[in-house]
């Protein structure tokens, strides 16, 4: 009978492991994200451009173009920066999250154009202090992103692995439960 419990324990446990990844908090935030960090998934469309003092990456997700900036030779964030996105005459600013040291463009019409699938050239206008730059870019929409990507689902996944390692667990524990009753019944008939 403990053989069992710990089994039962050892399932609660790691159903609860199992669903943990990709979990959000009330405000939509990631809880697998380490504290103060914010991590962009690959799921949505994305853009990478450089110059010779910047490089910047962004992913089109969450009803937001979110741009992360960092100095091009040292990798150090560039942080309370003004950002402007410009796409086919619509342009629109970036607001700077300190909470997650990205920069994010939410205006409407920019990201329903930005939305249809297609190759879309993308010019930013960065300005950091004194300095500032141009950065140029494709962002390619596939039509096959979800409007919150694809690996980023809420909830646990079910694929065909999944499916499977949960049979292989069932089936130890189906068969610890009868060895353990064959167990008892030849010791009770002794």
Do not use: C
Not at 31 to 42: C, E, F, T
Not at 81 to 106: I, Q, S, T
Not at 107 to 121: C, I, Q, R, V
């Amino acid at each position: 009978m403990n053989l069992i419990k710990a089994f039962l324990i050892y399932f609660l446990t790691m159903s609860a492991a199992w669903a943990a990844p990709g979990a959000h908090g009330p405000n939509g935030e990631h809880l697998d994200v380490p504290a103060g960090g914010h991590v962009h998934s690959d799921a949505g469309p994305r853009i990478d451009t450089f110059t010779e003092s910047f490089e910047l990456v962004g992913h089109l997700q969450d009803g937001e173009l979110s741009m992360l900036i960092d100095r091009y030779e040292t990798n150090e964030p560039v942080l309370n920066g003004m950002l402007e996105v410009e796409f086919n005459g619509l342009k629109a600013p970036a607001k700077f999250h300190a909470d997650h040291g990205d920069y994010a463009v939410d205006d409407a019409n920019l990201l329903k154009e930005l939305a249809k699938p297609g190759k879309h050239s993308l010019l930013f206008t960065l300005t950091v202090g004194e300095e500032s730059d141009l950065l140029e870019g494709t962002l390619e929409v596939t039509g096959n992103e979800d409007a919150h990507g694809a690996d980023d689902a809420h909830g646990p996944k079910f694929s065909l692995r999944n499916w499977a390692f949960g049979g292989v667990l069932l089936a130890i524990v189906l068969v610890a439960i009868v060895i353990l009753m064959l167990r008892r019944k030849s010791n009770s008939g002794k």
